[in-house]
């Protein structure tokens, strides 16, 4: 043996510190009793569950042929009253999100209280879904897109609230102090110290909530907030499953050719 | 060192416009005006709703708990779906995201994992729930083979495009002394994807526990029928009490979700004694 | 000749008991250019950030236009600060902005709000803003967006800035830091004829020794927290510049 490492004494190599370990055990353990004490009280049928393949062979042959004669009337309107609704609903949501992400960003409003009540309203805004938010809007505005509108437009909320907050936050400082020391008011720091900083993050997180919020119009319907969710509705209470095909695969190619505008359009501006 | 100004001042523009910008607000006036007439709207209505609105609120508060059992046992039923929703998702995403990058993986292997994850990402949770409700019947069954196929659109999306992101040299260079395929994957690929992944992995969790709040709505079991059934009877204050709950439940869900990130995403120390 | 800025005990601490500031006491004449040197961490630049209350003093006065600025806030603070320019180390320009629109910031503290949203500025702010970027050689580079200069040229930039403002004194927080020795030298230049032309005090702030005398009509040494040279810069022999900053090894 080398010479130089006859007085080596073996040492271990851990990777991670006792403390550490016991973190990662921790969360391990926790994992595992959650999951096996849900697999052990959920309530499954057993019956369903072998039935299932069978159901799902039943489920696809009666969608077939897709009914595409369905489209003009049935379905065109509505696919379009969904775009509307996707795109209004992200726009009232853009302009209700600024102030409020303004509020929520702790070094545009330096005080504390502003920042949590924001950060509030913002999770609080996160943690309804759509569609509650659209049971809500139906049950005080009645049935139809209004609603739908709404509920779009306060789901949002949260979702840039948030992310453009932290986008603000993480402005460089250099610049709006050298505006501070101009003697700049507030507002003109505003305008011309964190907006061109944090716009490209801007239309970045509008576009992609316009993303997610086509998706989620299209399952408003269901509970009457206009859109082709309603066209959906429709046609399952019916149990006309090829009708139902139909909607599904529209509500298909508009998603996709949605992701393929958004694509683009960051490709080329962002 | 600095110029004299011998020049006549000439006409200069300050402030070029920007034409392109400029047409775009055009555009999405006109279009916010379009859209707002096909979509019916009236000052009236609005007002109404408005009276409504505030008589609503009214009707919600005090929240009250009308039902208790049938309150717990659905938020019970939710977080179950939730948890075990994740990590089936989690479990089938790893393989499919690894199968999906295309860095790592040939086209016979890419194409058929990518179409996985677009599909399943195409269609919002409920009409998924919608699908198994009729499939495997009403029930928590359902809802937790929905929300496995949403976690596998979204995390197995964010894992391939994490390893297609990675530094290929880390890789090489594991391969280079003669690892396995599988030690390549743990030693090379994986130690540069897995603080990405507890992040989008704990994002999911939590939005595994928002939706299953609400794939009840249409049978699939958790509150979200619950909160349907109250809204049907009117029972609006008890409507109030739940959506209180699902609240509170999110953000406990959210605070655990920080604490899972804090222990893992902590720079790994290397001890020696 | 007439004060500009006049600072009586000025002290700051940024933890209790430990004074960077240590009663600073010191007037600054309506003309020339001051250079301050000194260690770092010895409160040169504290003491310019507090000039303009970017950092706020612990104890102390500064007279500045006629009155103590030390306590004031809100609008009365931006009054006094749209008369006192700063140029900084990292130039600090708004990056996606344009040169031009950099420049005019500059009078954000005289314009309101609205009008300066719009770009709306007074034509003798424009007017202004084109023959300043003449003599500072960017004639050219206006509608430009500032990221897309080199730091000399942003420099340039942040200097004219500054002047934009038509302030009663001018201070510059390591303005030269960030540049090359070449780019340096023309930085020093451009301040010195600026603030003598406009009739300007500059008061810098550096590390650079010889810039510092070959740019500076007077001098202030700093160390631990006090002024302990205050004069020409052939006054700075090699003793004197052991007491600014103490051991030898660097001087050679």
Known sequence: ?270 | MIEPVTRAPQRRHAFPPNWWARIGWLVLAAYVAYALGRLDFSWDRFVTGLDNGARFIGRMLPPRIAQPDSLAKGLIESLEIAILASSMGILLSLPIGLFAARNLMPVWATWPARAIIAAARSFHPVIVAIIFVKAVGFGALAGICALVVASIGFIGKLFAEAIEEISLKQVEAVRATGASFMNVILFGVLPQVFGRFIGFATYQLDSNLRNSTMVGIVGAGGIGGTLFSAFQRFDYDFVAAILLSIIAMIMVGEVLATWVRGVFLEKGKVDEE | MSTALSVRGLVKEYVRGKKVLDGITIDFAASGLTAVIGPSGTGKSTLLRCVNRLVEPTAGEIHFGGRDIAPLGGRALREARREIGMVFQEYNLVERLSVMENLLSGRLGYTPAFKAWLRRFPQEDIDRAFALLDQVGLASFANQRADALSGGQRQRVGIARAVMQRPKLLLADEPTSSLDPKTSVEIMGIMRDLGREHGIPVIVNMHDVELAKRFADRILGMSGGRIVYDGPPDGLTDDVLKTIYGGESWLH
């Open chain 1, 1 to 270: 043996m080398n010479p130089a490492l006859a007085h080596v004494e073996s040492r271990t190599w851990r990777r991670f510190t006792p403390r550490q370990r016991l973190a990662r055990f921790s969360v391990y353990l926790t994992l595992v009793v959650a999951i096996v004490l849900s697999a052990r009280t959920v309530e499954v049928i057993p019956e369903f569950l072998y039935d299932a393949p069978e159901q799902m062979r039943d489920l696809l042959e009666r969608m077939w042929p897709i009914s595409w004669s369905h489209y003009p009337k049935g379905v065109h309107d509505a696919l379009v009253e969904t775009l509307h609704i996707a795109t209004l609903g992200t726009l009232f949501a853009l302009v209700m999100a600024l102030p409020v992400g303004l509020m929520a960003a702790n070094n545009v409003v330096p005080n504390r209280l502003v920042n949590y009540l924001a950060k509030l309203v913002l999770v609080s805004s996160r943690s309804v879904n759509s569609l509650v938010w659209a049971l809500l809007f139906v049950a005080v505005f009645g049935p139809g897109a209004l609603a739908g509108t709404l509920a779009i437009a306060f789901r949002s909320v949260g979702f840039v609230g948030k992310l453009f907050g932290e986008a603000l936050e993480e402005s460089n400082r250099g610049t709006i102090e050298a505006l501070e020391a101009t003697g700049a008011p507030w507002s003109s720091r505003l305008a011309w110290g964190y907006w061109p900083q944090v716009k490209p993050a801007f239309w970045s997180i509008a576009l992609f909530r316009w993303d997610i919020n086509v998706r989620e119009s299209a399952v408003l319907g269901l509970v009457g907030a206009g859109g082709i969710g309603m066209a959906l509705d429709t046609a399952l209470n019916l149990f006309q499953w090829d009708r139902v095909a139909m909607v599904l695969f529209s509500i298909f190619s508009v998603v996709v050719v949605a992701e393929i505008i958004v694509t683009q359009i960051r490709r080329k501006i962002l």
